[in-house]
């Protein structure tokens, strides 16, 4: 497709330049777009802040002793974020600072789960993670 000069006759036939015609209309639609998928690229970056916020909040919590807010915010993480691990993991977190070695055990192995079932997780962090469940187990 040729680009249509602004001095040129629109080409919607109506006998008026283009410029006078469908170009600023054209500028209007593609400002709308650009508008929309700035919004949209926002609303992604204030998620990902959302979720970083919420997850450092449950280990300020815990280093608080604030076990049953910490424990909440865990939920409410699982709740809004599903498909993130932050919410799993912080939980586990939360049981082991209670010193319920049983459940953390069994929520750092579904955080193990789920890295295992998702892509972007390296062996490193599993390992880690089963580490931690080993030394719970006191293995």
Excluded: H
Aim: hydrophobic residues 30%; negative net charge; contains cysteine.
């Amino acid at each position: 497709m040729t680009k249509i000069s602004r001095n040129a006759p629109c080409n919607c036939g109506s006998g008026k330049k283009y410029k006078k015609c469908c170009l600023l209309r054209k500028e209007a639609e593609s400002l709308e777009q650009r508008k929309i998928m700035k919004q949209n690229i926002q609303k992604v970056y204030i998620e990902e802040d959302d979720l970083d916020d919420l997850s450092n909040s449950v280990m300020d919590l815990i280093n608080s002793g604030k076990f049953d807010e910490a424990e909440a915010v865990c939920n409410d993480l699982m709740q809004r974020y599903p498909d993130q691990v932050d919410g799993i993991d912080r939980l586990a977190s939360v049981y082991e600072a209670r010193g319920e070695n049983e459940k953390a055990v069994e929520y750092y192995l579904k955080t193990v789960e789920f890295m295992r079932s998702n892509p972007g997780f390296d062996e490193e962090g599993i390992n880690w993670t089963l580490d931690k469940v080993k030394r719970l187990q006191g293995k």
